[in-house]
């Protein structure tokens, strides 16, 4: 069982800094992926950034030169650097992983039929 507890949420000013972390025990795990998805009321999931055990970085077109993804595996960390902040950004964050060879993921983004979810943490841009 993958344990995920995510950190770092809060409101901030539209162009303002965020940095979201999850600890998370997939780290254990030859294979993994790990990754950030938002959900904002009234709108569908959003996958917004993952970095697999191959080094395979993947980010959302939304957030893509404004959020940075990395980790450090011997904290069993991986953090989310939200940077130039807008009120589109709002939303649930929650830290998502899998233990799935890349093959059986079916993409870069980590799987949400044979993954894991933490119980998120609120981000909230204001104008």
């Known amino acids: 069982q993958v344990q995920l507890q995510e950190s770092g949420g809060g409101s901030v000013q539209s162009g303002g800094s965020l940095r979201l972390s999850c600890e998370a025990s997939v780290y254990s795990y030859i294979d993994y992926c790990v990754g950030w998805l938002r959900q904002a009321p009234g709108k569908e999931r959003e996958n917004v950034a993952s970095i697999t055990s191959d080094g395979i970085i993947t980010y959302a077109d939304s957030v893509k030169g404004r959020f940075t993804i990395s980790e450090d595996k011997g904290k069993k960390t991986s953090y989310l650097q939200m940077n130039s902040l807008k009120p589109e950004d709002t939303a649930m964050y929650y830290c998502?992983?899998?233990?799935?060879?890349?093959?059986?993921?079916?993409?870069?983004?980590?799987?949400?039929?044979?993954?894991?979810r933490g119980q998120g943490t609120q981000v909230t841009v204001s104008s």
């Open positions: 998502v992983a899998d233990d799935l060879p890349r093959d059986s993921r079916g993409g870069n983004w980590c799987s949400q039929d044979f993954g894991y």
